[in-house]
């Protein structure tokens, strides 16, 4: 069976750093002050934060759509086992809390957490442990496969080009960076690896914030 570990954006929720989820609350909550401060320091700080919730915003609106359309499916809609009628409710509860969430980028991270968790249930689940209910929902949610893929496919796309964007930011800048801000960007750069570069972005966020 394929491993659909790479379904969520488990690229960005496996390396989210725990400095960063410590401190979401005021890595994420910009001010207009905060926002009108022309240094480039905190310019970065507003460029990070504000694609990080238009690109976890884009991506809980195109799967709640799949999970809309999930949940329509006659298979499940005629089926009243305690498996399904369990899937649908969680699927459920998270739609609800997607209807009504303030749509930070806190809450959008968290709601990416749940759908993952419901979902990667089934995707991940292995053979020994499936039941012929599970297989039931794990094919309705393989019609979906492709969707999935390519909503994950886009957001990596997307947070690549926030760590490419951040990079020639602070390159343009590097002028008024401290001396300290220096020797990490060198650090920054020398990774070669995604995950690492994506870690370190958000820690250097979080460091701003702390101190600003």
Known sequence: MKSYQSWAIFVVLTIIPPSFSDNTDSTFLLGDEFRKDP??????????????????????????KICHQVLNEDALLANGT??????????KKFLQKYDVSDRNVETNFNLIGELAIILEKYFKMSEDN????????LNILNEYRSDFENINNESVRKYTLLVDGFSDMFAQSKDHMGAQAL??????????????????????????RINS
Do not use: C, G, H
């Not at 305690?82 to 699927?91: I, P, R, Y």
């Not at 960007?185 to 701003?208: G, H, M, N, T, W």
């Open 39 to 64: 240094s480039p320091q905190k310019q970065l700080v507003v460029y990070v934060v504000d694609n990080l919730s238009s690109i976890s915003r884009e991506y809980l609106d195109s799967s709640v």
């Open 82 to 91: 305690s498996e399904v009628v369990e899937f649908k409710d969680n699927l």
């Open 130 to 137: 499936m039941t012929p209910v599970s297989k039931i929902i």
């Open 183 to 208: 020797v990490w960007f060198e650090k920054f750069k020398s990774f070669s690896k995604f995950s690492d570069r994506f870690r370190a972005l958000l820690d250097y966020i979080v460091e701003i």
